[in-house]
């Protein structure tokens, strides 16, 4: 009753918003997707000489922290690793003032009650939680660079927290859900993978869905990364700390059991800092493609007197790039292939789906407060309110497209152990697309694993690494 009261009240209001919708929707969805598709566009390219012009008139708007973090991320790939550090230093500012409740409590109501007669897209950008774990991990890549692995370790740490406390979070939700369960239905019990009830949401929505199932059950959750506890676990064996290693690759592995994690378990557990003096672990980290695009979806619900549309962000199922091995070549001979440590395209999916779910309830009574609009409209306006009223309706009813666009839809690794000496490292797919070579040096009786990374991103395979042989050791 109080939402309508107040729907009823904003009806003048809402004949501007109206009025503006075409700007709102320019600036707020067309924009986006266009500035997301240029960001893509340029991933791998080595062309992000303009970039920070075009992103300066964003860096303190609604969505800072969204295009901080794109941008964050294309300086990495463009192998600008202090100008990349400083635009994540940037962007987790903004998300600790995000995060700190008390003080954006109140600017973000407001925000939510604009929402109410528009859409979601009007509310800041809240980065979700696997992006932000993502985005410790990439800075510690980038200390990994500039040689400094203290700092690396002291963003793996964080990482390791948000993943905890992501964990924590999502089961107190499940024992809320089954406390609610079991109110309704002592006999029932609600599951980890029971993210809904299907009776309480309509059938077109389960519909939509049911089209992700098969990409989102590639994942067990969307609150731990295989990816993050593997490179913290090569972190800590590389300052030593064999214990905290041990404990992240068998994290590691319960999450991706590949015959590789369990030999490095093995490794650990039986050399502990007893080195094989003989040979040096290279480790090759590769990031392929990118993650899926959100696009609009819209169902139709009835209402008094007629029928109305909810709009939902969705990801079509055929932009998902499903994980290519890599061929990993050393002086002209394949010595491995690459195995999948996490597919960040289907973890997308599955926490896309989660949330869509979740947020039925506030679309729906989103849908009470606009219906409500334009009743008041057509009282007070005649015809022509009514018309208004349900023009404003259509304009505004969009889904909320923003994400993180420039994370990899799944990331790949390859261990080798060399000797000391020069190599040239090269990366292939079974397609033919190739990288060019790189010399990678192992100096002599050093411990230190190499690191290398690669990134296969728009028919492209780049990859560097933390020790790079010079031209005349080369030869």
Aim: proline letters at 4%; hydrophobic letters at 35%.
């Amino acid at each position: 009753m109080a939402l309508i009261t107040y729907a009823k009240r904003a009806g003048i209001y809402c004949i501007l918003l109206c009025l503006t919708t075409q700007v709102t929707h320019a600036s707020t969805f067309k924009t986006y997707t266009e500035e997301s598709n240029h960001f893509r566009g340029v991933m791998n390219l080595e062309s992000t000489e303009t970039l920070p012009a075009k992103l300066k008139d964003k860096e303190t708007g609604k969505d800072a922290v969204l295009y901080t973090l794109e941008k964050a991320r294309i300086y990495q790939v463009d192998q600008k690793y202090q100008e990349s550090i400083e635009a994540y230093k940037k962007a987790f500012e903004l998300l600790d003032k995000q995060n700190n409740r008390a003080v954006v409590s109140v600017s973000r109501m407001g925000f939510k009650a604009l929402s109410m007669l528009s859409n979601d897209s009007v509310v800041p950008y809240l980065v979700a939680p696997y992006e932000q774990v993502l985005a410790h991990i990439s800075q510690a890549k980038n200390y990994i660079f500039i040689h400094d692995l203290q700092a690396a370790g002291i963003e793996m740490r964080v990482a390791q927290q948000l993943q905890r406390d992501i964990e924590l979070n999502h089961e107190k939700e499940l024992a809320k859900k089954v406390e609610k369960e079991k109110s309704k239905n002592p006999q029932k019990q609600a599951t980890d993978n029971e993210e809904f009830d299907s009776a309480e949401t309509p059938s077109q929505l389960n519909d939509a869905l049911s089209g992700l199932d098969q990409i989102a059950g590639k994942i067990k959750n969307t609150y731990q990364n295989s990816y993050a506890f593997y490179m913290a676990a090569n972190v800590w064996e590389a300052m030593g700390e064999y214990n905290d290693a041990l404990v992240d690759y068998k994290k590691a592995y319960e999450l991706q059991p590949d015959q590789q994690i369990g030999q490095d378990i093995q490794r650990v557990d039986q050399m502990g800092a007893q080195h094989n003096m003989a040979t040096v672990p290279v480790i090759v980290f590769i990031e392929q493609g990118l993650v899926p695009q959100k696009i609009e979806q819209k169902i139709t619900l009835p209402v008094p007197n007629g029928l109305t549309s909810i709009a939902f962000a969705m990801y079509d199922p055929s932009t998902y790039q499903t994980p290519k091995p890599i061929q990993v070549s050393v002086d002209g001979r394949v010595s491995q292939r690459s195995y999948v440590m996490s597919d960040i395209g289907a973890l997308a999916v599955k926490q896309l789906k989660e949330q869509t779910v979740s947020t039925v309830s506030s679309q729906a009574a989103r849908v009470i407060a606009k219906y409500a609009v334009q009743q008041q409209l057509g009282q007070q306006l005649g015809t022509l309110g009514q018309l208004a009223g349900n023009l404003m309706n259509v304009a505004t009813e969009h889904a909320d497209l923003r994400s993180w666009s420039t994370l990899p839809s799944n990331t790949q690794i390859a261990r080798l152990n060399l000797k000391p000496g020069t190599y040239q490292l090269k990366l292939s797919q079974m397609t033919g697309l190739s990288s060019d070579s790189v010399p990678i040096l192992i100096p002599a009786g050093t411990t230190q694993p190499i690191f290398v990374y690669a990134y296969d991103i728009n028919n492209k395979i780049s990859l560097t690494s933390n020790v790079i042989a010079s031209a005349t050791n080369a030869q």
